[in-house]
């Protein structure tokens, strides 16, 4: 059974930049969660998919957007970057039922 | 405003003695609660959690402990060992009655067990 994996693990992009993020879910997980965690802070909602359809959102701006693919795989798509959208970037899987959250390592984003 | 806290940014604690991590919540609406394991470079990892109609739940050497008219939760970790030194994320969830099922992190205590 495979964990949930991300790509990539590094990423450097100039502000005003555009960037993909991609996550695939583990095997049997059919909701897909996106969360950014800033320097010193705990994991911030982003997003939440099930069945190719946003099924929640936290307090970001439209500018951070997603995608859920019919294998389940999520991208997050961040446009107009800015300095503070630095940050690891953490995908999490899980079953419909809400207690199986598996984490995958991250993205880490620097914007400059 | 912050729903799940963590008062405490660090704990050190001897090897073999007991790490007790403290967690607050303020939105009554939150039903289950998970502490999750963090290493630097990975992910983090559950490693116990709680229902609201309970007030306690073992596991091994981890046990949480829920006081509901308090809004707080524990979790202690008998003996500690060295291997436990990690950041400890307290969660929570809540039914909003949709399904949106997010995690609402407090910002991590770092444990340091020392040899």
């Known amino acids: 059974e495979t964990g949930v994996t991300q790509s990539p693990t590094h990423l450097i992009k100039t502000r005003g930049q555009q960037v993909t993020l991609r996550c695939s879910s583990q095997s049997g997980h059919n909701t897909v969660s996106w969360y950014q965690q800033a320097l010193g802070q705990g994991p911030q909602f982003i997003f939440q998919?099930?069945?190719?359809?946003?099924?929640g959102r936290g307090n970001f701006p439209p500018r951070f957007s997603g995608l859920q693919f019919p294998n389940y795989s999520s991208e997050l798509n961040v446009n107009a970057l800015e300095l503070d959208d630095s940050a690891l970037y953490l995908c999490?899987?899980?079953?419909?039922?809400?207690?199986?959250?598996?984490f995958g390592s991250g993205t880490r984003l620097t914007v400059v | 405003d912050q729903q799940v806290k963590q008062n405490s940014p660090s704990l050190s604690v001897q090897e073999g003695r007991i790490s007790i991590l403290n967690c607050d919540y303020t939105n009554s609406m939150f039903d289950y609660f998970l502490w999750y394991k963090k290493y630097p470079a990975e992910g983090p990892t559950f490693l116990i959690s709680i229902s609201s109609i309970k007030d306690k739940n073992e596991d091994g050497r981890f046990t949480v402990f829920l006081n509901k008219s308090a809004k707080h939760l524990s979790l202690h970790i008998v003996p500690s060992q060295p291997g436990d030194s990690a950041v400890y994320f307290c969660a929570a969830i809540g039914n909003s009655g949709g399904s949106n099922y997010k995690l609402t992190f407090g910002k991590g205590t770092l444990l340091t067990v020392n040899p």
């Open positions: 999490a899987s899980s079953p419909r039922d809400r207690y199986g959250y598996t």
């Open positions: 998919y099930y069945r190719e359809e946003e099924n």
